[in-house]
């Protein structure tokens, strides 16, 4: 692991124990003086990689401490999963619409 993984890692892990000890983002970025991108990257790297237990979600990063914080966080993600599924799809329609010079026009309701 780099050290800023391991940084990361122990934070939460000693800090975050539990959704309610969840720490934001940017807060946590402030914290350990990691961008954020970086720091969004790094722990979906502990988590995809090194199969650490970091849930995420709206109200930050935390370390799963329960068999319902690993639901709501597996939720989480296969929620995101689909959405970007239907972003993808909607993509691939356009860019074939607009390959046949398709007319956008506002919806109609009826």
């Not at 122990?10 to 954020?36: H, M, P, V, W």
């Not at 090194?50 to 597996?74: C, R």
């Amino acid at each position: 692991m780099t050290d800023n993984e391991l940084i990361i890692l122990n934070y939460i892990k000693d800090r975050c124990k539990g959704k309610q000890s969840a720490e934001t983002f940017g807060r946590l970025s402030l914290l350990l003086g990691i961008e954020e991108r970086e720091l969004r990257s790094t722990v979906a790297d502990l988590v995809t990689i090194y199969q650490v237990p970091i849930g995420t979600g709206q109200d930050g990063y935390w370390w799963l401490s329960n068999e319902e914080e690993f639901k709501e966080a597996h939720k989480e993600l296969i929620d995101r999963m689909k959405k970007l599924s239907r972003r993808a799809k909607g993509l691939r329609l356009g860019y074939e619409k607009s390959k046949q010079n398709y007319k956008y026009e506002q919806p109609v309701m009826i």
